[in-house]
C-alpha cells in the first residue's frame, strides 16, 4: 500500500519511535508488510520511479528475505539507503531517490 503523509501526522506505529528526529520525513510510505519475496523490493523498484530525485520513501516490509534484498537492490540502482532497522515483526527501510 503506498500512501503519502500528510503533516507530519506520526500516529502509526511506524512513526511513534521516539528516535525519528534524525531521519528525514518521507515523501512516500511504503507498506509492504504481508507480501514475499520478491514483491516488497518489486513495490519499492516501482515506487521508486515515481518519486524525483532527492526525494525520500519508507519501507515497511515483514519479509525476512527483505533485509537482505532491499540493501542490495538500492545499492544496485544507485539509490542511498539512509536507515534500516527492525520494528516490531518487520524492518523498515528509509531510501533516498538518486539519479
Partial sequence: ML???EGGNR???AW?????TDLPEPDLLLDAR???????????RRALETL????????????PMARIDVPHFVSQAGHDLIDSRA???WQEFVVRKQG
Fill in 3 to 5: 500512501s503519502r503523509p
Fill in 11 to 13: 500516529t502509526s506505529l
Fill in 16 to 20: 511513534s519511535r521516539a528516535l525519528d
Fill in 34 to 44: 504481508g507480501h514475499h519475496c520478491p514483491v516488497p523490493t518489486l513495490r519499492l
Fill in 52 to 63: 524525483a530525485r532527492g526525494q525520500v520513501i519508507r519501507l515497511m516490509a515483514d519479509d
Fill in 87 to 89: 520494528v516490531d515483526t
